[in-house]
T-cell receptor, first 112, second 116 residues
C-alpha cells in the first residue's frame, strides 16, 4: 500500500461545476496535509494546508480532513479552465524531518 | 519575498558528465529540501538541510549524488557520472523551522535535467 494514494484521473468536469479530488493515506500518525497544484511543465504550488478534522475554506477551495477514515479531499467550486492541472496530495512522514510524501497526483480537466 | 529560485532551469548533458544545480531558498527559511520528480509521479524526497547541517538523506541518493548548504544559505546538488535514469525534474523547497508553518514547503521552479 502506498503511503499517499490518489486516483490518477483524468477527472473531467464542466466549467462552473464542483471538482472533487480525493486522497487517502496510510500513516495514522500524520497530522498535517497539503494540496499542491502543478501545471504541466511547472513546479508544485502550495494551495491548501489542513491540520485538523473538518473543513477549511479558502476562496473557491475547500479542504476536508477525516483522520478516522484517513481521508483528505479538495473541493474546487465554480471550476474554471484555468484550474486544469495536476493536484498533488502530500503529508509529512512522521518521525522524520517533515519530508513530504506525495501522491502521484490527480489530473483535472475543466472543459468550457 | 522573491520565492525559491533555482538555476539552471534546464540542463542537457551527456551520460557520464557531472552536473551541479543551485537553489536559493526564501530568505527567512532555514529548512531546505531537495526532491526529484519524474513524469506522472509526485515528487520524491532526496535530502534535507536545517541551516548548514544535512540531517537526512534518502536511499534514492546514491554515492553519485552530493548536496551541500554552506553557511546555511543557498544549496547545491551535484550529480557525478550522470546516467540516463537521472533524467528528471529536480525540485528545491524551503520552509520555516518553527510553528505550524514549518510543515509548509514552498517549491522553486525546478531544474529539468536531460541526460542523453
Amino acid at each position: 500500500q502506498k503511503e499517499v494514494e490518489q486516483n490518477s484521473g483524468p477527472l473531467s468536469v464542466p466549467e462552473g461545476a464542483i471538482a472533487s479530488l480525493n486522497c487517502t493515506y496510510s500513516d495514522r500518525g500524520s497530522q498535517s496535509f497539503f494540496w499542491y497544484r502543478q501545471y504541466s511543465g511547472k513546479s508544485p504550488e502550495l494551495i491548501m494546508s489542513i491540520y485538523s478534522n473538518g473543513d477549511k475554506e479558502d476562496g473557491r477551495f475547500t479542504a476536508q480532513l477525516n483522520k478516522a477514515s484517513q481521508y483528505v479531499s479538495l473541493l474546487i467550486r465554480d471550476s474554471q479552465p484555468s484550474d486544469s492541472a495536476t493536484y498533488l496530495c502530500a503529508a509529512p512522514r512522521t518521525g522524520g524531518y517533515n519530508k513530504l510524501i506525495f501522491g502521484a497526483g490527480t489530473r483535472l480537466a475543466v472543459h468550457p | 519575498d522573491t520565492g525559491v529560485s533555482q538555476n539552471p532551469r534546464h540542463k542537457i548533458t551527456k551520460r557520464g558528465q557531472n552536473v551541479t544545480f543551485r537553489c536559493d531558498p526564501i530568505s527567512e527559511h532555514n529548512r531546505l529540501y531537495w526532491y526529484r520528480q519524474t513524469l506522472g509521479q509526485g515528487p520524491e524526497f532526496l535530502t534535507y538541510f536545517q541551516n548548514e547541517a544535512q540531517l537526512e538523506k534518502s536511499r534514492l541518493l546514491s554515492d553519485r549524488f552530493s548536496a551541500e548548504r554552506p553557511k546555511g544559505s543557498f544549496s547545491t546538488l551535484e550529480i557525478q557520472r550522470t546516467e540516463q535514469g537521472d533524467s528528471a525534474m529536480y525540485l528545491c523547497a524551503s520552509s520555516l523551522a518553527f510553528g505550524q508553518a514549518r510543515y509548509e514547503q514552498y517549491f522553486g521552479p525546478g531544474t529539468r535535467l536531460t541526460v542523453t
